[in-house]
């Protein structure tokens, strides 16, 4: 079974950054597609960024292409999400997310706990 646990998230000004961590355990974590979700209060949960581990191809929703950058680091079984320009419809929880597919996009098998980005006008 694997553990996602998502740390960083915060409130910030329009215009700001924050970088999301995710780390994970209990399971290999270079066979793993790992990526990043949100979800803003009264919409559906949304695809943010996801990232191919073995291949390291990363892969945007069309509203945050250009500002926010997504990346992995093997050693500490860890994925980030870097963001910037940060816009308050930006604001949402966060979710990291890990699926045994080539890409979580294809379904997601392990979800973190979220966590909160308010982003303030």
């Known amino acids: 079974q694997v553990q996602l646990v998502e740390s960083g998230g915060g409130l910030v000004q329009a215009g700001g950054s924050l970088r999301l961590s995710c780390a994970a355990s209990?399971?290999?974590?270079?066979?793993?597609?790992m990526g990043w979700f949100r979800q803003a209060a009264g919409k559906e949960r949304e695809f943010v960024a996801a990232?191919?581990?073995?291949?390291?191809?990363?892969y945007y929703a069309n509203s945050v292409k250009g500002r926010f950058a997504i990346s992995s680091d093997i050693v500490k079984n860890t994925v980030y999400l870097q963001m910037a320009s940060l816009k308050p419809e930006d604001t949402a929880v966060y979710y990291c997310?890990?699926?045994?597919?080539?890409?979580?996009?294809?379904?997601?098998?392990?979800w973190g706990q979220g966590t909160q980005v308010t982003v303030s006008s």
């Open positions: 997310a890990a699926s045994r597919q080539p890409l979580v996009t294809l379904g997601v098998d392990f």
């Open positions: 209990g399971g290999a974590f270079s066979s793993l597609a």
């Open positions: 990232i191919r581990g073995s291949v390291g191809t990363s």
